[in-house]
Nanobody, 115 residues
């Protein structure tokens, strides 16, 4: 069974930091990353990282967020610094399931940036 389990969400003040983690299991993963969906907004890509370590970021988070992965552990991280209220969203872990040629998703973790 393919699983992606996120952790690390919570409440943080503006300007603060959080680190999200996502542990995958059950298959061989290709690219991994994070999407988010804020209140009343569409889901958007935040950051991705492939097996070669190449990264891609949403323009609005460049310089503030850093994605990394521990491939042997099938784990992807999102270090979020200088958080803003507009970063408030449910953050979803994403991974490409290579063996079944399909996308896998976590259940999401809520990040709330508020004073």
């Amino acid at each position: 069974q393919v699983q992606l389990v996120e952790s690390g969400g919570g409440l943080v003040q503006p300007g603060g930091s959080l680190t999200l983690s996502c542990a995958g299991s059950g298959t061989l993963f290709g690219a991994m990353g994070w999407y988010r969906q804020g209140p009343g907004k569409q889901r958007e890509l935040v950051a991705t990282i492939n097996n070669s370590g190449n990264t891609n970021y949403l323009e609005r988070v460049k310089g503030r967020f850093t994605i990394s992965r521990d491939s042997p552990k099938n784990t992807v991280y999102l270090q979020m610094n200088s958080l803003k209220p507009e970063d408030t969203a449910v953050y979803y872990c994403y991974a490409r399931n290579i063996l079944q040629a399909e996308d896998a998703w976590g259940k999401g973790t809520l990040v709330t940036v508020s004073s």
